[in-house]
């Protein structure tokens, strides 16, 4: 009896013991594994830790540099002196700006000092070009540099202060989180926060650039003696120019710069068309859809044909011309600009923007923004030169293949009228614009990628 | 007793280890196939239809079914079996793949698309295109970085970057709804912000006025 027990008991404890052992060597294998990624962890973290450090020494030195070049700036006579400081400036403003978007800091923290970078550089830019141009500051803009100047001093302070505060050996990736968006880094945040209580009395900058704070709001001057529309008198629109419909779902209206009805549309190919159309007016400034078109079957001409007609149906207008052609061979779309063509004028600025499936030419798509909001009349300047002149104004390098009257956009919300030169050199295609008053080029483009989409003339 | 405890705390302590080395699941890099397109990977499916290793239909999309065919089939005929098709496998394969113009064409348009796929994938199409304008919008916008991958990798800024998602191959819907943004269409008037009211955390975006709301997201000037 008891030898059977022992014998048991015997190859129980064997079972626990190969038990125990097979355990023991999985945990050493799994703490082996843990310390091998653990490392690994370490020497990405070190990586980032150094690319980290360098962007904020490069937000700090960059912002010395400025400091010092705008301050020359207030005291420079020489034109020369004057072009090369802001030029600096300004490319020191996009490296800061850079270097700052790389920074692990919750946006909200640092948008204000983007903001101030991104508008020293550009506003410096612009004074730079009105005083070459043979203009002249106005008291104000002598203002608004003297402020500017005294921003970029406070804001090198703190930025100064901040790294004093952190001391060596201080880790940024010590404060990344895994959990979303957080404060983290509440002393570089701090720094710059003392910067951006101070803003107060920031002045808003207007002038003519890319980040002014210009014209927040549209105004659309196509709608502007129109009168308003109901609902229902939005529904009749939905009906009478959209075909093959299931369902109509009408989603409110939204507020913005301009009033939209907007609608879901589900068609009877389960497809769902998304449309926003002006409360004064009802016209559809938006046309949000798309389908999978299978194969190509109307050519280049055909498709631009029919978003012709249709811009010509939806805004009672049949001058529109087909100005840039975009084929996608995947897609089987393509994208047609349209323009306003009146007395051989181009009006870029009044565009409309059409989307066409190719296998049947039926629109899937429109934006028309900048024609709701530029087609109205407009003041353009006298012609003094012709075609021929303005031609010999463009680079001799480029061969003019044709020329033609242009009206483009200039500046946040001006326009100018151009001779529009189409030509190329080197295999590019050029198009030079040429003020018709001036003779000065107004701008220069150059297509991208001619396989993608192609200049209608 | 004294076993089982033993026993126990082995197994407490291989749990943890295996906690510890399991490594973040990110998602998977892009490039499962060259091109990515509907057509090429639809041509692959035919093909390994055709050779009996796909039993699915031909939809042209890489899932789950097309990526093992792949992988039998490259163990079959003595290549990486990896799941993807590289040139060798097409060759392999007897197949022409596309490079299709769309998808390289514009390096801004795919990180374009795979951030709208990442963000909104399975929303309305208009939604997917509102995602694409409010980043480009805030490329045009002061306040943030001036650069498509500036604004789109920027810290924190959306939620599907931090976590890898981003880099998940985009979807037919999503390339072209960064197209049609990429293009001009914007219907959200200029909006920088949005967010997801059933989930977003974040006291301070509350305060936003909202402008509209597209399917599950509402939209914010700032």
């Known amino acids: 009896m008891q030898k059977t027990e022992i014998k048991q008991s015997k190859e129980k404890n064997a079972k626990w013991i190969s038990g125990i052992v097979v355990l023991s060597l999985l945990s050493i294998a799994l703490l082996i594994g843990m310390l091998v990624h653990i490392e690994q962890s370490g020497r990405y973290r070190d990586s980032l830790e150094n690319v980290y450090q360098k962007s904020l020494m490069d937000v700090v030195a960059d912002m010395n540099n400025i400091e010092v070049k705008l301050s020359k700036l207030l005291v420079v006579e020489s034109q020369n002196q004057r072009a090369a400081l802001s030029a600096d400036i300004w490319r020191q403003s996009a490296e800061t700006a850079s270097n700052l978007a790389s920074l692990p800091i919750e946006h909200n923290s640092i948008s204000s000092t983007f903001t101030f970078v991104n508008q020293l550089g550009d506003y410096v830019n612009y004074i730079n070009t009105k005083l070459s141009d043979g203009g002249e500051m106005t008291i104000e803009e002598e203002q608004t540099i003297e402020t500017l100047h005294d921003r970029a001093i406070a804001l090198r302070g703190s930025l100064r202060n901040m790294l004093e505060g952190l001391g060596d050996g201080y880790r940024i990736t010590d404060n990344i989180k895994r959990k979303g968006p957080q404060i983290g880094n509440s002393d570089i945040v701090d720094g710059l926060k003392e910067f951006d209580a101070n803003n107060a009395d920031y002045p808003k900058l207007i002038y003519d650039g890319p980040f002014s704070d210009n014209v927040k709001s549209d105004v659309y001057r196509f709608l502007e003696n129109k009168s308003e529309t109901t609902k229902e008198q939005a529904y009749t629109w939905v009906n009478e120019h959209m075909s093959d419909i299931k369902s109509i779902t009408y989603n409110g209206i939204t507020k913005a710069d301009a009033d939209t009805h907007s609608f879901n549309v589900l068609l009877n190919d389960n497809s769902s068309v998304y449309i926003q159309l002006t409360v004064r007016g009802c016209y559809p400034i938006n046309i949000c859809s798309y389908r999978q078109v299978s194969a190509a079957g109307i050519s280049k001409e055909d498709a631009i044909k029919s978003a012709q007609d249709y811009a010509a149906s939806i805004f009672g207008l049949d001058n529109f011309s087909g100005v840039w052609y975009n084929a996608d061979s995947q897609d089987n779309t393509a994208y047609v600009n349209l323009a306003p063509v009146i007395d051989d004028v181009v009006y870029y600025t009044d565009l409309v923007i059409v989307k066409v499936a190719l296998d049947n030419g039926k629109v899937l798509g429109l934006e028309s923004k900048a024609f709701l909001i530029n087609h109205a009349d407009k003041e353009l300047e006298p012609i003094v030169l012709t075609a021929e002149q303005s031609k010999s104004l463009v680079s001799k390098k480029i061969v003019i293949s044709g020329t033609r009257l242009a009206v483009i956009p200039k500046g946040k919300s001006g326009y100018v009228l151009c001779y529009e030169n189409y030509g190329s050199y080197k295999g590019y295609d050029y198009m030079v614009y040429i003020n018709v008053t001036t003779g000065e080029e107004e701008d220069v483009l150059r297509v991208i990628d001619s396989e993608q989409g192609s200049m209608l003339m | ?222």
């Open chain 2, 1 to 222: 007793m004294k076993k089982r405890i033993i026993a126990f705390l082995l197994i407490a302590v291989s749990l943890a280890g295996a906690l510890a080395v399991r490594s973040d699941f990110h998602a998977d890099a892009a490039n499962i196939i060259k091109g990515d397109t509907v057509q090429n990977i639809k041509a692959v499916q035919t093909r390994l239809k055709n050779l009996g290793y796909y039993k699915k239909a031909v939809d042209g999309v890489f899932g789950s079914g097309t990526r093992s065919a792949v992988k039998a089939f490259q163990k079959d005929y003595g290549l990486k079996a990896d799941g993807i098709v590289g040139p060798a496998t097409e060759k392999a394969l007897k197949i022409t793949l596309t490079s299709g113009g769309g998808t390289t064409s514009s390096s801004d348009l795919y990180l374009l698309a795979r951030c709208v796929y990442a963000e909104a994938r399975g929303e309305p199409y208009e939604g997917q295109v509102a995602i694409a304008a409010v980043v480009l919008n805030r490329v045009k916008s002061s306040q943030f970085p001036n650069t498509i991958s500036g604004v789109i990798y920027q810290p924190w800024a959306f939620t599907a970057v931090n976590d890898g998602q981003i880099n998940l191959t985009p979807n037919e819907t999503a390339m072209k709804a960064a197209k049609d943004a990429l293009n001009g269409w914007d219907p959200t008037y200029g909006c920088l912000y949005y967010y997801n009211p059933a989930t977003a955390t974040s006291k301070w975006i509350w305060s936003l006025t909202v402008v509209m709301k597209i399917g599950r997201h509402s939209f914010a000037r700032g």
